[in-house]
């Protein structure tokens, strides 16, 4: 059965004949498959270039930090839903991934453009703490949470993000935003605690 229109499937990211499929420009079935583990395909697939080791170590780590998730709504939702029917599997990965909202995966992203406005702040002259009280204080300002950090188990701090830093630590890796990440968690623990 013939999904969609009668041609060549092509998308920015990649193209299929009877023949061969190319993604970002190279041959899946000559080049990539046998060759790239899944962690170094998904970087290649989100970036356009292959990762280095480095790369790969520290994204192989977040995808088992991430996979995760306890007893979280999201997790209890996909749970009920394959209780209730075991037969539908996609059902119940669609009502995990449904059930995950800004609390849940968005404050990663949120925390990213907190670092990245300190880091900005650092670049004007600002020492990572300066920068990091700062960005906090207007989040705060704005009534807004801390995010990416308060976890409501792992208290004061996350195991799982001192355990990155650590590694990091030792593989040479640690840069501005480790270290504006520590920061973050001495401001959020002298600003936003009780």
Not at 148 to 154: A, D, E, S, Y
């Amino acid at each position: 059965m013939l999904i969609g229109k009668l041609g060549a499937a092509i998308t920015q990211l990649c193209s299929a004949s009877a023949d061969k499929i190319e993604v970002r420009g190279k041959d899946l079935c000559g080049d990539l498959m046998g060759r790239l583990s899944f962690t170094q395909y998904f970087f290649f697939l989100a970036s356009g270039r292959e990762p280095t080791s480095e790369q790969t170590f520290f994204l192989d780590l977040l995808l088992i930090t991430i996979a995760e998730h306890g007893l979280v709504p999201s997790v209890q939702a996909a749970r009920m839903t394959f209780d209730a029917d075991p037969a539908v599997l996609q059902g119940a990965v669609a009502a995990g991934i449904l059930g995950c909202g800004s609390v849940i995966l968005g404050t990663a992203e949120i925390c990213g453009r907190a670092l990245a406005d300190a880091k900005s702040l650092c670049d004007e002259g600002k020492s990572p703490a300066d920068a990091s009280y700062a960005v906090l204080r207007a989040i705060k300002d704005r009534g807004g949470k801390a995010p990416g950090f308060g976890h409501p188990i792992h208290h004061p701090v996350d195991p799982r993000s001192e355990r990155i830093f650590s590694l990091a630590d030792a593989r040479g890796v640690s840069g501005i935003h480790v270290a504006l990440a520590r920061r973050m968690t001495e401001a959020v623990r002298d600003l936003c605690e009780p």
